[in-house]
DNA sequence: GATGAATGAGATTTCATTCAT
DNA sequence: AATGAATGAAATCTCATTCAT
């Protein structure tokens, strides 16, 4: 009789590279021209298949546009934590080192899809709250990282949560200005964000 | 037949208020949920008119959309230039006024507005080079002020474009956290993010 | 400004009236081939209007067909109860009455529209329970004959209720099998199913 | 190569038990949604199973579709025959077991299914014609025994075919109001149609 | 025998736009 | 100036069907 067996483990696994193939072609466009003007249309001939087909791994739009969200939240912040494992040194240097990766990440290989997060009204609201969550824990490898500085007192600021948000704002919106630059020229202005961001924790200290 | 009769004064004045609510209606709608998730029936409602109404004084959403932009950037840097103008002191006292000032329009008087700056790719390209323009004008009086305080001595910083981006990046996020806080703590938020930002210009520089 | 006025009394006919023509040509189809077969592209060739326009009016498919049984079932009730206002006699005489009413409408005007309330279950959960009210109105004017009927004397039932989902069951589907016979026949056919239909309030009574 | 092999005999036995499963679930579902709201996702949900593989028994849905009538068709005829095989009595006697039986099933063991038979205009046009000859067949036993009563001057009527027509459409609707009732009510509820339905062939008759 | 994947046709729904009044 | 009506193109979504494995 019908009785389903689970799916073996080489389906399950190429289940999911598929799946993680629409996810990545969702993210990019989604991340490129925003949710609203990207229809599944896109979406299918960018992956070369049908928009059918896309329905037969997402029930809806909403759901794609959720998932593509998370796979990508989850994916930067693993990036960012492996980088945190393999440096050493003081806040100083570890903190910086977590804002040029950020922002390298986010110019070089999500060119556009940061932007999912800085626009959380734009989604329907089941999304928002799931992007709130992965801002929570993206954030809070910054904080840590401040509040460690603090303690120290190699940090000063006014404000953590000040600070993270303004440092979240410049970070998510560094793709759309370095994008423009010639690839050549884009290392050295991440650079820069990255020396005029640290300011932000230095507030009203000595010089260093 | 008679020639076409010039509309009178006070006619003009009434087209001109009209089409004043409506952008600003526009303008709200499409700062809060994104150009293209925003429909004209949207509009409409809101200013509890219908659909064609619109058309009567907009050729289509696109004309709709730059006009409303357009709108605002010129009021938002009119009242930025308004407030230099009535304010004395250094390039430091001078530009803390700058960002207060941005950050408490931005707040206050157009809670979701300013978003339509931070993401030219939504738009369709003929806005695009608008937005474009209305970005440097309001840049200019940010740029200005940091040159000014370089010269003197003032400010350091390691590249004023960097420092442009991330504190129009920063300024424009703002709303969006602070819109979500109690207003009795929002004075203290604008205060704090004026207060964080100013380190930008103030790279590796003594304290002050 | 954009105080909305309400439309004039003349619109609002003409609205009305088109509203009808549209609920009465999709009962028309719903009736003839059932909720799930009929598209919207139907309905709207059947007006010689685009599918878009239904939806200025309806807001769903669900809403039309709601609103198509709707329709159909207040004035096929309105009909019946005419016709018992001008109808004297004994609950003998006005129930025959009410059933060649009733079956004569069935064949005649809405060949096949009666359907749509034997299949209740075909029905979004929301209009079950419209399309239940709409049958207890109905059945409330067979009820009251009957009961009139049984209080004199005249009628003899086991039950009430059960007579009534008979003859119900049995009046709508009459035009399934009436509907295939040459029109000419059609008179004779109801007025036996008339005669049959009251053998069912005689039950076990000596001879009339 | 060889030549294929004729599927065993066990081989055999265990098709036909799949697609008797298959069927009956089929049956149940077009009875409860009506043909069209059912798609084959459903009917292989309900069984546990992907649904290309019902591709593998039926080639299309149409043909499921047919017999599934088929099959429900010939069941219940050979129930009824059966059951008339083994009654003795009277016209009258056989008659009214004939209902209790048909009703009784309906509500019973196919809560749903019998609605099938009263759409015809719902199926695609090949299914029609068999459902037709379904119909027939099985009218067949009931207008035998009515014939037998008329012959034997038990019974009276106005015309056989209505009282076919009208006996049929009250039996078929019984499960949709039966079902509701709580099931202690149901037997009573059974016997309360047959009674009331034997009216049918009593018309204008002297008490029995 | 059965499954997961994919397809393509068609259904529902949305929306910018036009137009007569 | 403004409205109600209508349109048509495009978007989201559904589903019977096919097929390689």
Redesign the pocket.
């Known amino acids: ?2 009785a ?4 073996s483990e080489r ?1 399950q696994r ?2 999911g590279k ?1 799946i993680q193939e629409i996810l990545t072609a969702a993210a990019e466009l989604f991340g490129e021209r925003g949710y609203d003007a ?4 896109h979406v299918a001939e960018r992956l ?6 896309l ?3 997402f ?4 759901e794609l546009g959720t998932a593509a969200i998370e796979t990508l939240g989850d994916e930067w912040t693993a990036r960012l934590e492996h980088l945190l494992e393999r440096t050493e040194g003081t806040p100083e240097v570890r903190l910086r080192a977590l804002i040029h990766e950020h922002v390298t990440v986010a110019v070089n290989d999500y060119p556009a899809a940061l932007r999912l997060f800085l626009m959380p009204r734009e989604w329907p609201s089941a999304q928002r709250e799931r992007i709130k969550e992965l801002r929570l824990r993206h954030d809070a490898l910054f904080r840590a990282l401040i509040e460690e500085g603090l303690a120290s007192g190699e940090f000063a600021v006014t404000s953590v949560d000040t600070v993270l948000q303004c440092m979240h704002a410049a970070m998510s919106q560094a793709p759309t200005w370095c994008g423009e630059l010639p690839p050549a020229a884009r290392g050295k202005a991440v650079d820069e964000v990255a020396d005029t961001l640290m300011a932000l924790v230095h507030i009203g200290q000595l010089g260093r």
Chains 1, 2, 3, 4 share one sequence.
Not at 4 to 7: N, Q, T
Not at 38 to 41: D, G, N, P, Q, T
Not at 48 to 53: A, I
């Open positions: 009789m019908g389903v067996k689970p799916p389906v190429k289940r598929r990207v229809s599944l249309e070369d298949v049908t928009k059918g087909s329905y037969y791994y029930s809806s739009k909403d």
